[in-house]
């Protein structure tokens, strides 16, 4: 019954910014794993950033450490994705997913420790 909302995607230009909310209904907990996942076409599916929404501890692929930001605001059951400085290879569509009751930890980039996905949002950075 747990539904993830996602909004914030569009169309930007190369170094410009967007802000991702996935919002979580229907249920609510202070102590999950909230992940970002993207996909390109052609592509597998590849985790971005999660975040333990009991002690905010926060991991990041490589290739977006220093540009984006993923943050939490437990009181409205939302966690956000902060984009800075955009590049072309970000397109993709991007999915909000939740590990109920789960910390992050090592595995935060695995798909499978996830429970509940989003429909997705499309990011496009044109150059």
């Known amino acids: 019954q747990v539904q993830l909302v996602e909004s914030g995607g569009g169309s930007v230009q190369a170094g410009g910014s967007l802000r991702l909310s996935c919002a979580a209904s229907?249920?609510?907990?202070?102590?999950?794993?909230m992940g970002w996942f993207r996909q390109a076409p052609g592509k597998e599916r590849e985790g971005v950033a999660s975040?333990?929404?009991?002690?905010?501890?926060?991991y990041y692929a490589d290739s977006v450490k220093g540009r984006f930001t993923i943050s939490r605001d437990n009181a409205k059951n939302t966690v956000y994705l902060q984009m800075n400085s955009l590049k072309p290879e970000d397109t993709a569509m991007y999915y909000c997913?939740?590990?109920?009751?789960?910390?992050?930890?090592?595995?935060?980039?695995?798909?499978?420790?996830?429970?509940?996905w989003g429909q997705g949002t499309q990011v496009t950075v044109s150059s």
């Open positions: 975040i333990y929404t009991g002690s905010g501890s926060t």
């Open positions: 997913a939740a590990a109920l009751f789960s910390i992050c930890g090592g595995s935060w980039y695995r798909e499978p420790k996830y429970n509940y």
């Open positions: 229907e249920y609510t907990s202070s102590r999950n794993c």
